[in-house]
């Protein structure tokens, strides 16, 4: 009987020496605004789920611990607007690699502006949704062959069916549609869309490829689409966002007024100062902010995320609003409002961003710059509870005490 106490007691002593969490982030500013925080605290990781979030959690209670003063904590970035879809052999879109462009700039979750179309998805999701490190999800192009493809404005394409018959069969990735480049004269790509949108429950995102007499942004907000949709490239100026007067367009205010959601998407050719200077002056925000990245934006005016964030915040958005509009909001936008937040018992996606104070220039699709003085950094990139981006080895131990595993290779 005493044995069986005795070992009954040193299993207990044992358990409550294991700590309780495997990653402790502490002393960061966190920002996560869909539970209104914005202030120093801790953040506690185990089994890649947030445990904890609070102040002044013991160093004791963690396997590790990594020290953010002066850095802001904030839910892994979604980006809601990139291009990540490369075809073999032809065409391929511009598209990048998912984890090579995401853990870099604090993103954990990238979502494809349909690059692939209802025909070529489940191509698109062998080999890169389901290989990526990155949670990357989907907005499906109602044009069966997708983005690039010479079919872009043939109607037969948008076969509205199809693909909610497709995004029914993928609910776990697909997150929605997308209208982009239409350039014929009617509505077809847009109706077609939306009617995917209906059958599916999704959200639509469009890029209006060219307007004229009766295809406008009025109609488009007022008359096509639903509330809940995305209208992508909000700061674009091609679609008279911004009218001849230097004033936005009343359409978009009335379009925000009916519930259309705006989204930056930045690009190579679709963010001018000369647009989004005076939205912002007349206090038009974007709801989210998003790259479409692609092989022609991140070398050009648009970078990275974080780049086109401190755009927004330089413009004058809060620090707080900025990743609203970069986490929480997008989250709201796809469905998905799992994502976006530090919850406890959510995957433990995260960034740690820092903020340098300084002279910077920040240039637009055209290539015109403009100053401002905070640059947005990402020290730190966590998915799943991994460090998958750590740019000054805030999470590695010194080279000295390292357990190196030495390996000769003398043959
Ligand atoms: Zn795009």
């Avoid at 089994?47 to 963690?62: D, F, H, L, Q, Y």
């Avoid at 497709?166 to 077609?192: L, Q, R, T």
């Avoid at 433990?348 to 220039?361: E, L, M, P, W």
Wanted: glycine residues 10%; proline residues 4%.
């Amino acid at each position: 009987m005493l044995r069986t106490i005795t070992a009954f007691l040193a299993l207990t002593c044992a358990s409550t020496a294991q700590p309780l969490y495997d990653l402790l982030l502490k002393s960061g500013h966190v920002i996560d605004p869909q539970n209104n925080v914005s202030r120093v605290m801790d953040v506690a990781i185990a089994g890649g789920k947030i445990a904890r979030v609070a102040e002044n959690i013991p160093a004791s209670e963690a396997r590790k611990v990594v020290n953010l003063k002066d850095l802001y904590v904030t839910p892994g970035l979604i980006d809601i607007h990139v291009h990540v879809y490369a075809r073999c052999g032809a065409k391929n879109s511009e598209s990048v690699d998912p984890d090579a462009f995401s853990f870099r700039s604090g993103v954990t979750t990238m979502v494809d502006a349909g690059t692939a179309g209802w025909r070529e998805f489940p191509d698109f999701r062998t080999r890169v949704i389901d290989r990526a490190h990155t949670r990357v999800l989907a907005l499906l192009n109602i044009v069966g062959a997708g983005m690039g493809s010479d079919k872009e404005d043939d109607p037969a394409e948008m076969d509205a069916e199809a693909a909610a018959g497709m995004a029914k069969a993928n609910a776990d990735v697909i997150v929605g549609f997308k209208s982009a480049h239409y350039a014929g004269p009617g509505w077809e790509s847009i109706d077609n869309a939306v009617k995917a949108g209906n059958l599916t429950n999704l959200p639509v995102m469009v890029d209006f490829g060219r307007i004229n007499q009766v295809r406008n942004i009025g109609a488009l907000f007022l008359d096509k689409l639903r509330p809940g949709d995305i209208y992508t490239h909000c700061y674009s100026g091609h679609r008279q966002e911004l009218l001849e007067t230097g004033n936005v367009n009343p359409a978009m205010w009335a379009g925000r007024k009916r519930g259309i959601i705006f989204d930056v998407g930045h690009g190579g050719g679709s963010f001018y100062w000369y647009v989004a200077v005076p939205a912002y002056e007349e206090r038009f925000y974007p709801d989210s902010i998003s790259t479409d990245l692609h092989t022609g934006s991140m070398n050009a005016g648009m970078k990275d995320m974080l780049n086109v964030m401190s755009k927004c915040l330089n413009l004058g958005s809060s620090l707080e609003e900025v990743i609203r509009m970069s986490t929480c909001n997008p989250a709201k936008e796809i469905k998905r409002p799992q994502l976006g937040n530090l919850n406890v018992g959510a995957e433990a996606d995260i960034a740690v961003i820092r903020i340098d104070s300084g002279s910077f220039g920040f240039v637009d699709s055209a290539g015109a710059s403009n100053a401002g003085n905070r640059l947005m950094i990402c020290e730190m990139t966590l998915r799943k509870g991994a460090v998958v981006w750590d740019l000054n080895g805030r999470a590695s131990e010194a080279w000295k005490t390292f357990p190196y595993q030495k390996e000769s290779w003398k043959h």
